[in-house]
């Protein structure tokens, strides 16, 4: 487990862009966050998703879809990356920059478990190397809940924990892969919107529903 990053800190996506405060998001009350025992007396215990057939035939039967807003199947994408022959990462974005939403950190204050479950099945499932979490950059409670909560594990996939910039572009996912190579927090124009990660590079821009 490593400090969360601050190599994304540097440089505003537009001078003297407006900020405007995480009200809401950082002081969320009346719900305890999970511990790991807890979460794996409600739930049990993850299974091993390493090949990921069952996985993926299931979210496929379920007709499992993205929550980005195109409500791309997941599956399909899933298999798509799996199909570039593993390695890269998976990022669990958690980056929400709407005003006044904060379900993204109502489930790592709370359940941070079952994200992360999702986020190593998704390693397993695609062949990945290892996998971040990405979150807004002031977001401090959610940050310390999902520390905490890699704390309690073991024997997962290298996970971080990276921080964006304050921004609303900073969760669109051609920015962040283009961050995880070195580049800006910006995006980039790619031909297929549902694919957005390059085939000559080792990040893969999954994250995870």
Do not use: C
């Amino acid at each position: 487990m490593t400090a969360p990053s601050s190599e994304v800190r540097s440089g505003a996506l537009v001078a003297g862009a407006a900020v405007l405060a995480r009200q809401g998001s950082e002081h969320l009350t009346g719900v305890a966050r999970e511990d790991l025992a807890a979460h794996t007396a409600r739930l049990r215990p993850r299974e091993p998703q390493l090949g990921g057939t069952p996985l993926l035939d299931a979210m496929e039967a379920v007709r499992l879809t993205g929550r980005g807003g195109g409500h791309f199947p997941a599956a399909v994408k899933w298999r798509s990356v799996q199909s570039q022959g593993g390695g890269g990462t998976v990022v669990a974005n958690a980056a929400e920059g709407e005003p006044a939403i904060a379900k993204d950190a109502v489930l790592l204050q709370t359940r941070p478990h079952l994200v992360l479950d999702g986020l190593v099945s998704a390693i397993e499932v695609v062949g990945a190397a290892d996998g971040v979490v990405w979150i807004h950059d002031g977001a401090d409670a959610t940050a310390r809940s999902v520390m905490a909560a890699l704390a309690e594990r073991a024997g997962d996939p290298p996970i971080r924990v990276m921080l964006a910039p304050d921004r609303y572009l900073s969760g669109e996912a051609t920015g962040i892969i283009r961050t995880l190579e070195g580049g800006p927090t910006l995006p980039r124009w790619v031909p297929d919107p549902a694919r957005p990660w390059s085939p000559s590079t080792s990040t893969s821009g999954l994250a995870v529903p």
